[in-house]
């Protein structure tokens, strides 16, 4: 039974206020915080910030103080009964898209609330969350260079990542990774001086460059100088093109371009190049146009992330219109984590691939990392191999799949 809820404003990645919550049971306790997102979808839960004097009105006291309502309904309330608390919680706010309580007050209990019942149960999460079935272990898409919202360079394109598909085990898909992200930095290093190698958001590296083909370029030869085919390792894009729509044409390598321009302009990519898959090629609200990509490119992976903001309703119009075949899934853009489980059961009985995803301002909090195993999930997207915050998802898998041992197994895709 749950004893005391409590929360409290610690710091993000990007030096941000955000929320941490304490679930306290009988014999457990579980302590989660919650991301936050900069090329945020329009239509994302709501989080809630104070908007005063204090930390350029980013501070999260207001959500701090709604977990004291929160916690005063919890409180006596079986933690393993995760779907009726999350429902408590939605009814309790009583807007669509949580914007009473906010969703980081809401997704910041729903996530303490599971471990808090995992240790309760004496099972790790990923387990308590997956059952029996769950044992394989993602492979992780690798934010390694950087553009767009996230970085100070003139690429539109906000992530260029590489996806170690050739691996046997997670650890290995790790270290090709981490390989192939210094391959990059000593490569960049020597083309474009040493401030190339700064990162950005997600720990990708920022370099001073104008086109998109110049990036993959870049990354064709690390993968190559780690010592990696292109069958070992894949390319996957996150246009975010939300960032470079100005409500008509799309600006990409400085040039403007209709949707249909833009379509072409991605065929022509991955005939050059081995892109497994492409996330928001198009703005938040475009279905017809990733129907069109989705269908002109069926062997490639067309994500939403933006277009369906983890929303079971959005992802139920996706694929009634074949508008993509992938799933970006954040768990603070719906706000708990049982919906969050409904937009990926929905997805993948659909056929959809699954990436469980980070935000670009994290937390040392690693439940992401046991959501993927829990769901199967496909891709694991948490940043390059390199700070913190994107580390801590890492390495959580790699002792996750230490703990499976022989019953783990690496995804094939
Ligand atoms: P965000 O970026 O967390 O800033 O929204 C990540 C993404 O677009 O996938
Ligand atoms: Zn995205």
């Known amino acids: 039974l749950i004893r005391n809820i409590k929360a409290r404003e610690i710091l993000d990645s990007r030096g941000n206020p955000t929320v941490e919550v304490d679930v306290i049971t009988a014999n457990g306790f579980g302590r989660a915080s919650v991301p936050s997102g900069a090329s945020t979808g329009t239509h994302e839960a709501l989080e809630l910030r104070d908007g005063d004097a204090r930390y350029n009105g980013k501070g999260v006291l207001k959500a701090v103080e709604n977990v004291s309502r929160i916690a005063e309904v919890l409180v006596g309330y079986d933690c393993r009964m995760q779907r009726e608390i999350d429902m408590t919680m939605i009814e309790m706010d009583g807007t669509d898209n ?19 019942a ?108 780690a ?13 975010a093109a939300s960032e470079f729509y100005d409500g008509e044409n ?10 249909e321009e833009l379509t072409a302009y991605y065929v022509d990519l991955v005939n050059s190049y081995p892109i497994l898959s492409i996330e928001d090629p198009f703005y938040e609200d475009s279905f017809d146009d990733f129907e069109n990509l989705t269908s002109e490119l069926w062997e490639t992976i067309i994500v939403g992330d933006d277009l369906f903001v983890t929303n079971p309703e959005r992802i139920e119009r996706g694929i009634v219109k074949n508008a993509a ?60 191999p390199a700070r913190g915050e994107r580390t801590a998802k890492y390495n959580q898998l790699l002792r996750i799949e230490e703990e499976l041992g022989d019953a783990g197994e690496y995804i094939r895709l």
């Open 325 to 384: 075949n992938g799933l970006l899934l954040k768990v603070n853009q719906i706000g708990s984590l049982s919906e969050a489980i409904d937009a990926a059961t929905l997805a993948t009985r659909n056929g959809f691939s699954l990436f469980v995803s980070h935000r670009s301002a994290e937390t040392e909090d690693t439940t992401i990392s046991d959501l993927a195993v829990a769901l199967g999930a496909d891709m694991i997207k948490t940043g390059a």
């Open 98 to 116: 949580k914007a009473v309580l906010g969703a980081n007050a809401v997704l910041g209990v729903s996530m303490a609330v599971a471990k808090a």
């Open 118 to 225: 995992a240790s309760e149960s004496k099972l790790p999460l990923y387990r308590y969350l997956g059952g029996a079935n769950s044992f394989t272990l993602p492979v992780p898409t690798l934010n390694v260079l950087n553009g767009g919202k996230h970085a100070g360079n003139d690429l539109a394109i906000q992530e260029f990542m590489i996806q170690p598909v050739g691996a046997e085990t997670f650890a290995e898909a790790m270290q090709m990774g981490a390989e192939t992200y210094h391959a990059l930095g000593k490569y960049l290093t020597e083309s474009y001086g040493a401030s190339s190698t700064n990162v950005g958001y997600e720990g990708g590296y920022a370099p001073k460059m104008e086109k998109t083909t110049e990036a993959l370029d870049a990354l064709m030869i690390a993968i190559d100088r």
């Open 250 to 259: 799309y600006t990409v390598d400085g040039e403007l371009m209709t949707a």
């Open 227 to 239: 010592g990696y085919s292109d069958e070992e390792i894949k390319i996957g894009l996150d246009a």
